[in-house]
């Protein structure tokens, strides 16, 4: 897959190559989507409404689909990318739209699988703060992303973690500086204090996971 020189999902190349690339970016990814099926399995009620934004090529709701059909849940796949919509094979039908002005109905559970990292800053605090108050009590709003780097020595050594796992993954150095360059202005990783009251579940290097409920 060639790297465009500022990221995007929106071409077919980047589309059509995404299952293979990210699972070489992120090692750690298909050991994380079974950890937040696993975590979603226990917030979903007979009957109950569940979010995938970001869902690109249906990985998650793959995971859940034998807990969906079985439950009679409603599950709404959500990415801005058309260019996902043909290569989309898990449940629900697929919604083009942005998630950040999007208007969610209430729900049961929401994932954010590496989602948040690519909405503007202004947005996302506000869309935190609207998922959680449409989640339902007793849901859940599970978060996966990209932290801001620690700060001293220990942001020095995750850093390095994060970029051994791609270099241990098989991923030639050439291809980790491209898609780190490409980065630049388009991905913004997460603060801790944009997530309040939120438990953390999972970190590998500079990526965690979360699980918000609501008030």
Same mark, same amino acid.
């Given at each position: 897959?060639?790297? &465009? %020189?500022?990221? %995007?999902?929106? %071409?077919?190349? /980047? @589309?059509?190559?995404? $299952?293979? !690339? /990210? =699972?070489?970016? *992120?090692p750690w990814y298909d050991l994380m989507s079974g950890a937040v099926a696993h975590i979603a399995r !226990?917030?979903? &009620? $007979?009957?109950?409404? /569940?979010?995938?934004? +970001?869902? #690109?090529?249906?990985?998650?709701?793959?995971? *859940?689909r034998d807990t969906l059909t079985a439950r009679g849940a409603t599950f709404i796949p959500v990415d801005n990318a058309e260019s996902m919509r043909s290569l989309y094979e898990g449940p629900g039908e697929f919604t083009v739209a942005d998630v950040a002005d999007m208007d969610f109905e209430e729900f049961d559970v929401a994932v954010a699988f590496l989602c948040l990292m690519?909405? &503007?800053?202004? *947005? =996302? #605090? =506000?869309?935190? @703060? =609207?998922?959680? +108050?449409k989640c339902r009590k007793g849901g859940a709003v599970?978060? /996966? $992303?990209?932290?801001? @780097? #620690? +700060?001293g020595y220990l942001g020095t050594v995750l850093g390095r973690l994060t970029l051994a796992g791609k270099a241990a993954a098989g991923v030639p150095a050439e291809q980790i500086i491209e898609k780190e360059l490409s980065l630049a202005g388009i991905q913004r990783p997460l603060t801790e204090s944009e997530l309040p009251e939120a438990v953390k579940v999972f970190q590998f290097g500079e990526f965690a996971g979360w699980v918000l409920q609501p008030c």
């Open positions: 897959m060639k790297i &465009p %020189t500022d990221w %995007t999902f929106k %071409t077919a190349d /980047v @589309a059509g190559g995404f $299952d293979q !690339h /990210v =699972r070489e970016q *992120l !226990h917030y979903i &009620p $007979d009957g109950g409404q /569940v979010y995938d934004l +970001g869902c #690109s090529t249906g990985n998650i709701g793959n995971l *859940l690519f909405i &503007p800053l202004p *947005l =996302r #605090s =506000r869309l935190v @703060a =609207r998922l959680r +108050g599970i978060i /996966v $992303d990209k932290m801001q @780097a #620690s +700060g």
